[in-house]
Nanobody
């Protein structure tokens, strides 16, 4: 069973930066995309940013220009550089890995989540 191990969360003042990392516990194949989602208290989980195996990226409008997602395909690792953080970025951030199985079905894997708290 693969695990996604996240790190890099913490407490930061508004305007500060954090870098999240997420690594798969073993080599994975047929990966479609990796990314980050977040969930604030009382809200639904939402997409933050994704990067495909081909390098295409997608960002939520609320983080465009402030967050940058990158990926190391060889290490099955994804990063999220978060700059100019705002209090509304406070949430539990989850790493996601999507891969295609032998039946052509997309399987999602999730990390345990890492807390990001931005103080005003």
């Amino acid at each position: 069973q693969v695990q996604l191990v996240e790190s890099g969360g913490g407490l930061v003042q508004a305007g500060g930066s954090l870098r999240l990392s997420c690594a798969a516990s073993r080599r994975m194949f047929s990966i479609v995309a990796m990314g980050w989602y977040r969930q604030a208290p009382g809200k639904e989980r939402e997409l933050v940013a994704t990067v495909t195996s081909g390098g295409s990226t997608n960002y939520a409008d609320s983080v465009k220009g402030r967050f940058t997602i990158s990926r190391d395909n060889g290490k099955n690792t994804v990063y999220l550089q978060m700059n100019s953080l705002k209090p509304e970025d406070t949430a539990l951030y989850y790493c996601n890995l999507a891969r295609v199985d032998s039946y052509g079905l997309v399987i999602d894997y999730w990390g345990q989540g890492t807390q990001v708290t931005v103080s005003s």
